[in-house]
């Protein structure tokens, strides 16, 4: 069974500060996305990373996926009141079931 | 815009009394997905449908349902909702590709039980 262990599982920074959330994982995934969540809403997708190593940016977000594709992290540069919510990573298996495997998620309060 | 719609976004039903969430997309995307997510907690798979495969996880319970009856909508049916039942419901769709795929999300369906 494939697992995919996020941390921390909560993280309260003041805004402006930087911050990592990790994703890690014993399996092979052939991609892996990043979503953020926040309360009454659905998941919106962040970023999908496929190629190992890949390093993709989006504004002060930086995602990163591992060279053996087994783990990511998201790193948020200077955050914002506004990036407040639950970021979920979710890897897709090399078996193409069409499932995801979910991290536990990481709920982000940003204090201004 | 191309995307995926749920209604309604707020369903209020009584303990037993069957209740069903919708879902459409305009992405054309042939596999379909439902989940529940309770409070910040991952969502939990409960199934999908691959074009009109269906496929049911093994501890969805029996209560659980899903219909699909074309490419554009997918219904989730609860026949008799327990408190236990209340949670987000989350639809989402992918376009089935050799190097897995990417998930794109609902608003959600949250559900009140009384």
């Known amino acids: 069974t494939q697992l995919l262990e996020q941390s921390p599982q909560f993280l309260s920074i003041q805004e402006g500060e930087n911050l990592t959330v990790y994703c890690n994982s014993s399996?092979?995934?052939?991609?892996l996305q990043w979503y953020r969540q926040e309360p009454g809403e659905g998941p919106v997708l962040l970023v999908t990373?496929?190629?190992?190593?890949e390093v993709k940016k989006l504004k002060r977000l930086t995602f990163q996926f591992g060279d053996a594709r087994k783990d990511s992290s998201l790193h948020i540069t200077a955050a914002q009141p506004g990036d407040t919510g639950l970021y979920l990573c979710?890897?897709?298996?090399?078996?193409?079931?069409?499932?995801?495997?979910f991290g536990q998620g990481t709920t982000l309060q940003v204090k201004p | 815009d191309a995307m995926v719609i749920q209604n309604p976004r707020y369903q209020v039903t009584q303990f037993g009394k069957p209740v069903t969430l919708s879902c459409s997309q305009t992405?054309?995307?042939?596999?379909m997905y439902w989940y529940q997510q309770k409070s910040s907690q991952a969502p939990k798979l409960l199934f999908h449908?691959?074009?009109?495969?269906?496929?049911n996880e093994a501890d969805t319970p029996d209560n659980f349902q899903s219909r699909r009856p074309n490419t554009s909508f997918c219904f989730l049916d609860i026949r008799s909702p327990g408190l236990g039942d209340a949670a987000m419901y989350l639809c989402?769709?992918?376009?089935?590709?050799?190097?897995?795929?990417?998930?794109?999300f609902g608003p959600g369906t949250r559900l009140l039980v009384l």
């Open positions: 989402a769709t992918s376009k089935r590709t050799d190097r897995g795929e990417t998930q794109y």
């Open positions: 399996s092979v995934f052939s991609s």
């Open positions: 990373v496929v190629t190992g190593g």
């Open positions: 979710a890897g897709a298996g090399v078996s193409n079931t069409g499932k995801l495997i």
């Open positions: 992405l054309n995307h042939n596999v």
């Open positions: 449908y691959y074009d009109k495969d269906f496929n």
